[in-house]
C-alpha cells in the first residue's frame, strides 16, 4: 500500500524539503494551500518537487475545510507545518497568530478522532516555548516552557493539545521541538536570510546597509534540510513520543553576521550594519540551545551540515539570485 501524507505549510520553508524527502520514499504527498489567486511556489521550485505534490485547498482557519479533507484523504500521516511562523509579528498580530497556531493543530486533531484514527500526527513544536529557561545553558524535552511572545504562547497550547490527544485518545501524535532551522528558502525577514541576501546585494553593489536589532541573540541554527529528516523519522517509531531536535551549538546575531560578510571577502562588517530599534522585541529570547541526546538515541538522528557551511551556502544562493538582477 502507497503510504500517503498530507503537508500543512507546503509553500514555506520545511514544507518543500519535506515533501522532497517523503517522494523519495515512495508517499503520495498532499499539500495544503490556501486559496489564492496566484499561489507562490518558488521555494517547491527550488527543490524541484513542484509538479510531483497533490495540491488540496483548505485554510487552518477554515475547520470544515481540515475535517473534510482528513475525511477524504485519510492519510497514513499528517505533518502540521502550517503556522504563522514570525515572532516578531506575532506581537501585532496576536489573535491570527493564535488561530492559525492553536486552534488550527486542534481542528487537525478533532479531525484525525472522529474520521481517522490511524493517521500520525507530527506537530511543529518550537525552541520558542523555553523562552528564558534552560537546564544548564542547554534545553532539552524535561525543561520547562516560559514563552516570550504570543508565537511561543499559541505554540504552547499546540503542544499541550498534540500530547493530550495522544493520552486520551490513543492516537500517535509527535511534538518535535525544533531549534532554528534555515536554508536558502528561508523567508526574508528571518534574521539569517536577511542577513545572507542583505551580504548578497552589499557585495554585489545593490544595497548600502542592513539593518537590524539584538545582536546579542543567540539561536542554536542547524539545516532546514536535516531537521525534516527527524520529523519523519518522529512518525516512524514504535511509540509516539516528543523530541528536542536541534545541533546543540549556539552563535549570536553577530558572529552569523561576521561569518556571512566573511564568506564574500569583507572583514569590516561594522560599516554596513546599522542597528534599528524597530527590530527589536518587546520581550526576547536571549538564548536557545538544545540537548539533542534523546532524538540521536531512539531515533539515530544527527544533524550533517555544520553552521559554517549552511550560512556560506545560504550567502552563495542569495549572490546568484541577486546576479540575475544586475545583468
Ligand atoms: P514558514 O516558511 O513561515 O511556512 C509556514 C507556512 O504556513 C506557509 O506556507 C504558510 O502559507 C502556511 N500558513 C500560514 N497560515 C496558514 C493558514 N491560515 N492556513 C494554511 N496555511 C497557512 O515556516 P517554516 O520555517 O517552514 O516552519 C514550519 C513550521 O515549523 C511552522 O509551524 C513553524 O512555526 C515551525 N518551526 C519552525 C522553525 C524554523 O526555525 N524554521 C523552528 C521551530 C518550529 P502561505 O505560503 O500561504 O503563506
Ligand atoms: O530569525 P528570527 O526572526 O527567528 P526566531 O525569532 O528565533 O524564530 C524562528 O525560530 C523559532 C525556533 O526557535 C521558530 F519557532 C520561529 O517560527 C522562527 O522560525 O530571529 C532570531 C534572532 C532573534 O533573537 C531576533 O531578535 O535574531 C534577532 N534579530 C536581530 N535583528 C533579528 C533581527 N531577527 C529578525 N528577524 N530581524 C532582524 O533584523
Do not use: C
Given at each position: 500500500?502507497?503510504?500517503?501524507?498530507?503537508?500543512t505549510g507546503?509553500?514555506?520553508?520545511?514544507?518543500?524539503?519535506?515533501?522532497?524527502?517523503?517522494?523519495?520514499?515512495?508517499?503520495?504527498?498532499?499539500?495544503?494551500?490556501?486559496?489564492?489567486?496566484?499561489?507562490?511556489?518558488?521555494?517547491?521550485?527550488?527543490?524541484?518537487?513542484?509538479?510531483?505534490?497533490?495540491y488540496?485547498?483548505?485554510?487552518?482557519?477554515d475547520?470544515?475545510?481540515?475535517?473534510?479533507?482528513?475525511?477524504?484523504?485519510?492519510?497514513?500521516?499528517?505533518?502540521?507545518?502550517?503556522?504563522?511562523?514570525?515572532?516578531?509579528?506575532?506581537?501585532?498580530?496576536?489573535?491570527l497568530?493564535?488561530?492559525v497556531?492553536?486552534?488550527?493543530?486542534?481542528y487537525?486533531l478533532?479531525?484525525?478522532?472522529?474520521?481517522?484514527?490511524?493517521?500520525?500526527?507530527?506537530q511543529?513544536?518550537?525552541?520558542?516555548m523555553?523562552?528564558?529557561?534552560h537546564?544548564?545553558g542547554?534545553?532539552?524535552?524535561?525543561?520547562?516552557?516560559?514563552?516570550?511572545s504570543?508565537?511561543?504562547?499559541?505554540?504552547?497550547?499546540?503542544y499541550?493539545?498534540?500530547?493530550?490527544?495522544?493520552?486520551?485518545?490513543?492516537?500517535?501524535?509527535?511534538?518535535?521541538?525544533?531549534?532554528?532551522?534555515?536554508?536558502?528558502?528561508?523567508?526574508?525577514?528571518?534574521?539569517?536570510?536577511?542577513?545572507?541576501?542583505?551580504?548578497?546585494?552589499?557585495k554585489?553593489?545593490?544595497?548600502?546597509?542592513?539593518?537590524?536589532?539584538?545582536?546579542?541573540?543567540r539561536?542554536?541554527?542547524?539545516?532546514?534540510?536535516?531537521?525534516?529528516?527527524?520529523?519523519?523519522?518522529?512518525?516512524q517509531?514504535?511509540?509516539?513520543?516528543?523530541?528536542?531536535?536541534?545541533?546543540?551549538?549556539?552563535?549570536?546575531?553577530?558572529?552569523?553576521?561576521?561569518?556571512?560578510?566573511k564568506?564574500?571577502?569583507?572583514?569590516?562588517?561594522?560599516?554596513?550594519?546599522?542597528?534599528?530599534?524597530?527590530?527589536?522585541?518587546p520581550?526576547?529570547v536571549?538564548n536557545?540551545?538544545?540537548?539533542?541526546?534523546k532524538?540521536?538515541?531512539?531515533?539515530?538522528?544527527?544533524?550533517k551540515?555544520?553552521?559554517?557551511?549552511?550560512?556560506?551556502t545560504?550567502?552563495?544562493?542569495?549572490?546568484?539570485?541577486?546576479?540575475?538582477k544586475t545583468?
Amino acid at each position: 500500500m502507497t503510504k500517503t501524507a498530507l503537508v500543512t505549510g507546503i509553500l514555506g520553508q520545511d514544507g518543500p524539503y519535506l515533501a522532497k524527502l517523503l517522494l523519495s520514499k515512495g508517499y503520495r504527498v498532499y499539500g495544503l494551500i490556501r486559496r489564492y489567486s496566484n499561489p507562490n511556489f518558488s521555494n517547491l521550485d527550488f527543490v524541484g518537487v513542484t509538479d510531483e505534490v497533490d495540491y488540496v485547498e483548505g485554510d487552518m482557519n477554515d475547520e470544515a475545510s481540515l475535517l473534510n479533507l482528513i475525511r477524504t484523504i485519510r492519510p497514513t500521516e499528517v505533518y502540521n507545518l502550517a503556522a504563522q511562523s514570525f515572532v516578531k509579528s506575532s506581537f501585532d498580530q496576536a489573535k491570527l497568530t493564535t488561530e492559525v497556531n492553536s486552534l488550527g493543530p486542534l481542528y487537525l486533531l478533532n479531525a484525525i478522532k472522529y474520521f481517522s484514527p490511524t493517521t500520525r500526527y507530527y506537530q511543529a513544536s518550537t525552541s520558542e516555548m523555553f523562552g528564558l529557561q534552560h537546564t544548564n545553558g542547554y534545553q532539552d524535552e524535561k525543561t520547562p516552557f516560559h514563552p516570550r511572545s504570543p508565537y511561543g504562547v499559541s505554540k504552547v497550547y499546540a503542544y499541550w493539545i498534540t500530547v493530550n490527544y495522544r493520552e486520551s485518545y490513543g492516537l500517535f501524535t509527535a511534538n518535535g521541538i525544533l531549534f532554528n532551522h534555515e536554508s536558502p528558502i528561508r523567508g526574508k525577514q528571518f534574521v539569517t536570510r536577511k542577513v545572507t541576501d542583505g551580504v548578497a546585494k552589499i557585495k554585489l553593489g545593490l544595497a548600502k546597509e542592513i539593518r537590524l536589532g539584538n545582536l546579542d541573540a543567540r539561536r542554536d541554527w542547524g539545516f532546514a534540510g536535516d531537521y525534516v529528516e527527524a520529523m519523519y523519522l518522529m512518525l516512524q517509531q514504535k511509540e509516539s513520543n516528543d523530541f528536542v531536535v536541534g545541533t546543540g551549538e549556539s552563535h549570536t546575531v553577530r558572529e552569523l553576521v561576521e561569518l556571512a560578510f566573511k564568506s564574500v571577502g569583507i572583514d569590516d562588517w561594522k560599516k554596513y550594519v546599522v542597528i534599528d530599534p524597530q527590530y527589536k522585541r518587546p520581550a526576547e529570547v536571549p538564548n536557545l540551545r538544545a540537548k539533542p541526546d534523546k532524538a540521536f538515541k531512539l531515533l539515530k538522528w544527527k544533524p550533517k551540515m555544520t553552521f559554517d557551511k549552511l550560512i556560506k551556502t545560504m550567502v552563495e544562493a542569495d549572490l546568484e539570485r541577486n546576479k540575475k538582477k544586475t545583468t
